[in-house]
Nanobody, 123 residues
Framework: QVQLVESGGGSVQAGESLRLSCTSS?????GGWFRQVPGKEREGVAT????????YYGASVEGRFTISRDNVKNTLYLEMNSLIPEDTAMYYC???????????????????WGQGIQVTVSS
């Protein structure tokens, strides 16, 4: 069973930055970051195809967030800049060996999930 562990969350002020990390027990073929607030569906934030290098972003974060990976460390990163209160959520990393349709940012395309980490942005 693949295990993923997120780190780097916390509380910041609007305009500040955070970097989330996600370490996997297995090679990451395709990975992604998602977020969820209570009462809402899980939302795709960013995904990455490790082999092609292709990256995909949700409209609300494009230009502010950057997804990357370290293939040697089996680690995903999410650099979050210019944070706003609307970015407050539980953030989850995920990975899948099947990279089909990851550009849709749909959580259903991902097989393995981390436990989540809280990010809180205050105004």
């Amino acid at each position: 069973q693949v295990q993923l562990v997120e780190s780097g969350g916390g509380s910041v002020q609007a305009g500040e930055s955070l970097r989330l990390s996600c370490t996997s027990s297995a090679y990451i073929y395709c990975g992604g970051w998602f977020r969820q607030v209570p009462g809402k569906e899980r939302e795709g934030v960013a995904t990455i195809n490790t082999n092609s290098g292709g990256t995909y972003y949700g409209a609300s974060v494009e230009g502010r967030f950057t997804i990357s990976r370290d293939n040697v460390k089996n680690t995903l990163y999410l650099e979050m800049n210019s944070l706003i209160p609307e970015d407050t959520a539980m953030y989850y990393c995920a990975q899948t060996p099947n990279c089909r349709d990851i550009d849709t940012l749909s959580p259903s395309r991902f097989k393995y999930w981390g436990q989540g980490i809280q990010v809180t942005v205050s105004s």
